[in-house]
């Protein structure tokens, strides 16, 4: 993860929000290369799931909307996370992060140890077992610890159970909720009736939206309604870089099905879906999986839920939430908004409420997993054999935010420079592609591995000479050969979809 957040700020991609001020946690920019991967990110999933769908259509609704939206939808009373405080640091944790162990010797409990949730809490909690009871000098014989989370212990054990921040027990106090939507005001009156809400996920607008979309009768069930933007959560403990920030941008669609219809084969269509569209932005297969979520956790209007999981540098985690939501959110906002929410069967001549499915998503956090999967760093020998490394980013040329490096193989030859000149205004119409004269050809080449281009052409004395064809470098494979023109655009119009 170091390498990669240290790329990302040297060549451009992400930086902290506010960085001249000392950042501020759980924000972040994109620079002039993290800006362009987000935007093709983006792009590609309205591409897909809205214009080349017959059956999907896209909005984009209002960050601030009423708050009785939120009322309706259960985030005023139940968007929240278990908080502790620790009163000696002022540090807060999320007590379903926070973990604790007994520490059992000869079958009695001696002391209590705790840490963050890490890929090895367990391993973690038994070395802080086996160095207390060693510091104590305790003898006889130590039990393998039994770790629990914060929101699991019980009111007796919470005083014994020490802080991660300062190592000492007494300081943590009960989990308590905590509302994590951002308030706001709306209006010149700071009073309660003018509290706002910036929303906590895109989904509610396309709930909101439903009727105005069914009313301008552009679709027929089952269909879909998406958008893209920014939803905003007070996160307790932002982390893992851009994966879990306060600020972040959602990918929501919500596809309407008639209550009689099979909603476990529209969950699987996009669970399928879902995945088969990650591949083709370039994550591999090896790097998913599919988490159910047990029936029991479930809310209970919810039929299913299954997050497609990545294999991120800090553990497997969601990525991509599916949800089977039946008709809870429409129903929700009928009775509080007193609005019919329905729609017109033709065949049974009736009005009915429609059934959901939700795959959401976080931009975010697919361009993370894209950097993750795609950063690599190889060992090459050149011919005098001396090694080399080489850090290449496998971007997909989908998303890759420079599509074509435009290198002239000398910049004190005129010619050259025009050719490579005019070549690079003609690709800019279509494509973000980039000019580069200065260096030695190689590091050109590898400047631009670095940042995920797929494609480099060089100009030469044969292009100005010959048949005006250039070289084509590959990013992956190295391999250089001669195209023209129109080969290229050919070749870009098919991979930069
Ligand atoms: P988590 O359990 O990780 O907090 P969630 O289950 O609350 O996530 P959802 O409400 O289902 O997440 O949101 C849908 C998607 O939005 C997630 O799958 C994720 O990709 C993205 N997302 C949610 N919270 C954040 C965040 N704080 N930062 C970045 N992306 C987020």
Redesign the pocket.
Known sequence: METIVSLCKRRGFIFQSSEIYGGIN?FFDYGPLGAELKKNIRDCWWNDMVRRRDDVVGIESSIIMHPKVWQASGHVAGFT?PLVDCKASKQRFRADQLFFAPVVVDGKTVAYVSALESERTQEALQEAAETLKRKKAIQGKLEPVVIRDMTEAKPEEIDQIPSPATGEPGSLTPPRSFNMMFETYVGALRDASAVAYLR??T?QGMFADFKPVVDTGRVKLPFGIAQTGK?F?N?IT?RNF?????????M?MEFFIHEDDDWAKWHRHWIDWCKDWLKSIGLPDSHLSEYDHPKAKLAFYSKG?T?IMFRYPFGV?????I?ARGNYDLKQHEQHSGVPQVIFDEVSKKKFTPHVIEP???????LLAVLCAGYAEEELKDEKGNVDKRVVLRLSPRIAPVKVAVLPLLKNKPELVAKAEALYRTLKRKYNVFYDEGGAIGRRYRRQDEIGTPWCVTIDFDTIEKDGSFTLRERDSMQQRRVTEAELLAMLDQQVY
């Open positions: 759980g996370d906590p996920e989904a939803s959560r996160e932002p851009i994966f879990r920030s306060r600020e972040f941008e959602q929501e839920t997050d985690q969601e990525l991509w939430g949800a959401a998503v976080g931009v975010d956090r697919i």
